[in-house]
């Protein structure tokens, strides 16, 4: 399975920051979950949350209150909302398939930098 | 929230030499939720090692993981020149989902 993100590299602060993930080679939505992942330097990598093809999301608790996760299985692409978003807030986002208890394809990251 | 500390923070090598890598948890884990990654510059990170032992596909036998409880262990028996690159220890957990350490750069001496 091969996954690539898209999305803005720039985001105002305060504002959204809006992330896809296509899937291709496999389903999203059969019977894998499907996570968010990012990498800054201050924190290290750091998983956002989760969605099941069904659309059951989890989220860390760190950042429950500003993500939405949603999956678009028609289009077989996943996608990632953080709002009111800083500085600390620019990463690499990566996009990843979970396998068993790890993270087993990555996409290869996008890296969006929050800034006026 | 379970904390993974990885030592040493850099670990200089040679090519042929055995690298040991460290992942100490802040409490007592299961085993099996326990993965190692490696990451190259630019790159994103690759699965290597999942449910502590298992070599992910693709993976050569020079890598094994151990360990059990709070220690664990990251063995690349023989360096290769490809294998110089940040390494990551990773716990599947129950919130957060998933954790990780945070990192140890192998380099070439």
């Known amino acids: 399975v091969q996954l690539q993100e898209s999305g803005p590299g720039l985001v105002r602060p305060s504002g959204t920051l809006s992330l896809t993930c296509d899937v291709s080679?496999?389903?999203?939505?059969?019977?894998?979950?499907w996570s968010w992942i990012r990498q800054s330097p201050g924190k290290g990598l750091e998983w956002i949350g989760e969605i099941h093809g069904s659309g059951r999301a989890s989220y860390n608790p760190s950042l429950k209150s500003r993500v939405t996760i949603s999956v678009d299985n028609s289009k077989n692409r996943f996608s990632l909302e953080l709002t009111s978003v800083t500085a600390a807030d620019t990463a690499v986002y990566f996009c990843?398939?979970?396998?068993?208890?790890?993270?087993?394809?990555w996409g290869h990251g996008i890296l969006v930098t929050v800034s006026s | 929230e379970v904390v993974l500390t990885q030592s040493p923070g850099t670990l200089s090598l040679s090519p042929g030499e055995r690298a040991t890598l460290s992942c100490r948890a802040s409490q007592n884990v299961n085993s099996n939720y326990l993965a190692w990654y490696q990451q190259k510059p630019g790159q994103a990170p690759r699965l290597l090692i999942y449910a502590a032992f298992t070599r992910a596909i693709g993976i050569p036998d020079r890598f094994s993981g151990s360990g059990s409880g709070t220690d664990f262990t990251l063995t690349i028996s023989r360096l290769e020149p490809e294998d110089f690159a940040v390494y990551y220890c990773?716990?599947?957990?129950?919130?957060?989902?998933?954790?990780f350490g945070q990192g140890t750069k192998l380099e070439i001496k």
């Open positions: 990773q716990l599947y957990d129950t919130s957060p989902l998933y954790t």
């Open positions: 990843t398939r979970n396998g068993q208890v790890s993270l087993d394809s």
């Open positions: 080679g496999g389903s999203i939505g059969i019977s894998n979950w």
